[in-house]
């Protein structure tokens, strides 16, 4: 599309999207659906490759993600309405899949790459003193940065984190993976893409057994006591470590917000 109609397109859509934050006029609210359809097939084709399901379904269903991106849109705030609405979109599908119990593939080759690149990240993390760069991790991986975000958005997305499950803490009541996320419209299936990339970043800073306990736990929706019988390892155990994970996650997700 030639510069020139993106920027009359993105004209439109700003003006259209300022006339709804005045009027909530359905009209104007589907005519905004029909401007940023393309959105919408873009991330229902991305997910019909990965789990073949019913594009039709998939482009409904994304397409409420896009109303509810449009109703909570805010002007003011100066942002990209494209980036904006994707992860409202993304996260509308992922959770239509997790009621269906849909498995994502991932190709052999970028989960080759993907536990490459967790070594190469911590190697990167103790000669820089910080997270590396997508570029930094793509062109020690010897792949494009492209190629790099890809994999990293399949990863994340390999199954969706049950954030909202209870997990007894003691005498403090219950805690959630959900609470550690800064904005509580993504809790559960509407994580923003940034939160869960934080998250998983965060993640593989823990210990080994620590990361694979609350992955049990938040990841596969396990009881605690069978992650006890996966692991080898005493309920006890597994609720010290689920306890512990929880607090280093908050001070790792805290820490990136500062």
């Excluded at 409202?88 to 052999?108: A, C, F, M, N, S």
């Excluded at 019988?229 to 155990?237: A, M, Q």
């Amino acid at each position: 599309m030639p510069t020139s109609t993106t920027n009359e397109l993105k004209c439109e859509i700003w003006q259209l999207l300022r006339e709804y934050q005045l009027s909530r006029s359905e009209t104007v609210r589907n005519q905004l659906v029909q401007l940023n359809f393309g959105l919408v097939r873009k991330e229902a084709h991305y997910w019909m490759n990965q789990c073949r399901e019913n594009y039709d379904d998939l482009v409904q269903v994304g397409c409420l993600g896009l109303i509810r991106a449009i109703e909570r849109f805010e002007i003011s705030k100066g942002h990209a309405f494209s980036s904006f609405a994707i992860p409202y979109i993304r996260g509308e599908i992922q959770h239509y899949l997790r009621d269906k119990g849909v498995t994502v593939r991932i190709p052999r080759r970028y989960l080759a790459l993907q536990q490459r690149a967790i070594g190469i990240s911590r190697s990167l993390r103790v000669k820089y003193n910080r997270q590396p760069t997508d570029a930094e991790l793509a062109d020690a991986l010897e792949i494009s940065i492209e190629e790099w975000q890809d994999i990293k958005l399949a990863w994340v997305n390999r199954a969706p984190l049950s954030l909202d499950v209870p997990v007894q803490d003691g005498e403090e009541g219950s805690t959630s993976l959900g609470e550690l996320v800064p904005d509580h419209h993504y809790r559960s299936f509407q994580l923003a893409q940034e939160d869960q990339i934080r998250l998983q970043q965060a993640l593989f800073q823990l210990e080994q057994r620590t990361r694979e306990v609350l992955e049990c736990v938040f990841l596969h929706d396990l009881t605690q006591k069978q992650v006890a019988e996966h692991l080898g390892i005493s309920v006890v155990t597994v609720s010290r470590r689920v306890k512990k994970g929880l607090d280093l996650l908050k001070h790792l997700m805290c820490t990136a917000d500062d």
